[in-house]
Structure formats: structure tokens, C-alpha cells
């Protein structure tokens, strides 16, 4: 369902709390004020598509600054990630630490469940993807670690992500919903590509060496979760480093080396058995490509992690029943 937004037609005094409510409305709480740029005559326009899981928003706005309020406990509201690529303007973003500016063609992701602060100095233009938590968080890599991050979408897998995330924000609304579902497991992927590799040259720059260490290992787990023979001992020699010290390098992180292996092979399994393009291949077939060796012990662990059996999130077959 497209919407259409506009101060236009709003008296000057009453444009900032109108765009607050709107702005609040689509997405979740949302402050806005002008107050560092003079107060200036506020004018902006918003423009939202919701399109399967996913809900796209294309804003123009003069300058102003946005304020996501830190929630203060337990809520009933629904949490999202949303991808911000920046497409006109200069754009500072701060959240979970990170303070960073974004350029024309920048990527950064921001978390609902943390308050954040956004600082547009001049005229901008942003395209916004959000997407629900509880939909995306079991693929998405290191939320915590990723969001508030600013992936140059100048160059390298940025540039990529960037041409790729713009095209599909402009195409959505064009495809069906199936397609739609596959390709936004497609956005979670280039972002955990574009992400960690940003996050590996940033720790190569730093002089944190088990940051860099980290980084290492999560990409080869990443690029090696079809490979049936990828073991601890195998992750561990091939980044020259003992089993043990590797389990200490993970400690910090809440998870284990092993335990993020599986989870991340099951979430691509659970990926490819929602995904009606592969429901010519059996549950099995899925099971074994993505490095598991045993159908039995893939059922019993896809059904711990996920509470149903793999069966249940085969989507229906359309011709049943006709």
C-alpha cells in the first residue's frame, strides 16, 4: 500500500509536529527538531510502500535532526532494522557507539530496540528499508556490531551493496511477493558481506588484533558453511591459531565457534526451505548442501533451534486443493 506525505500544505508553525507524528507514526518514535539550523522554514516530503515484509520509504526534507528516545523497559511494540542509504545531502548518525557521517551513496542500519540520533545539515534525500526484527534477526550478522556502522558505497562490496539495495527499493513495488521474499534475503547477505568486510578493514587498520582475528574467522566460517568437512580444528589451523585460544577469542562474544557455525548453517537452510524457488529440492537435499551429513541429526537441531520441524516452513503448494 503506497502513502504519500507532504508539509506543503501545513502551516509554517505546525509543519515540525506534523512530520513528528507521521514520521513516528510509519516507523516508531521519532523526534524532530531544527532548532541548530535557526529554526528554518521546515519542509519535507515522505513517501512509503509497504511490499511484503519489507515497508520502503523514499523522505526529502530540509535540514533538521532526527531523536530515537532509548526504550526504558519491556515493550509490546514490534522492533525493526532498518537500512538507511543516504542519496542527496550529508547525513551524521550516531548509535551503539558509532558516530559516523554518511555520504551520497553510504549505507548505514539502524536498530529500533536502541535509541539513535541523526543529524542532517542541509537539504537531504535518504531511501529507507525496514524490515521487521523478528523476521531478519537469525540472518543478520552481529546486529549489535553492524548497526550505527557507515559502509562507503563508493567503492568495493559498499558500491555494490549500495547499487543493488537502491535498485531494489526502486523495483519492489514491480515484483511479486515471492520475489520480493527471496531478494530480501539477498539484501541481509550483501549486508553481512558489505558489513563484515568493513568491519575486518576497520580491525586490519586498528591495532586490536583479536578484533581483526574475530572478523577472519567469522568470513571463512561464512564462506565455508557448505564445505561437510569444516571443523573447529580445521577453522583454527587454517588461521594459524590453537582450538583453545580460538575459544577464548569467542567467549566475549556470548557464542561459541562451533554453535555459530551450526546456527549460521541452519538459518541458511531455514532460508532455502521458506524459499518457493527451492521447492524442487527436498528438505534433504537442502540439509546436505549446506554442509549437514546426517538428515536425522538435522531434523533434531533444526527443530531445537526453531521450535517447529522443517516440514512446517515449507511454504503451500498454490495447486493444492484445485
Known sequence: MKQSYSTRRIPLDKRLKFWSNQSSHLLFPLEIDTHEYGGQKFFGTMVSNNVGPVTIYEIKAQAHNVHHPEPTGPSNEQTFIVVMIQTFGTGHVAQGGHNV????????????????????????????????????HRDLISPQRITGLAIPGSEGIGCVASSFLKTFIQQAPNLSLPEVSSLTRSVIETLNVAALSYLDVSARESTDCRAFQLHQIRLYIEEHLRDSDLSIEKIAEAHGITERYMHKLFKAEGISASRLLWERRLDRCKRDIENPYFSGKSITEIAYSWGFSSSSHFSRVFKQRFQKSPKAFRPADPKAGT
Open 101 to 136: 557521517t554518511l555520504n551520497p551513496g553510504d549505507i548505514t542500519l539502524l536498530d529500533s530496540a536502541r535509541g539513535f540520533d541523526l543529524r542532517f545539515p542541509g537539504p537531504v534525500k535518504v531511501f529507507l528499508l525496514q524490515m521487521p526484527w523478528d523476521e531478519i
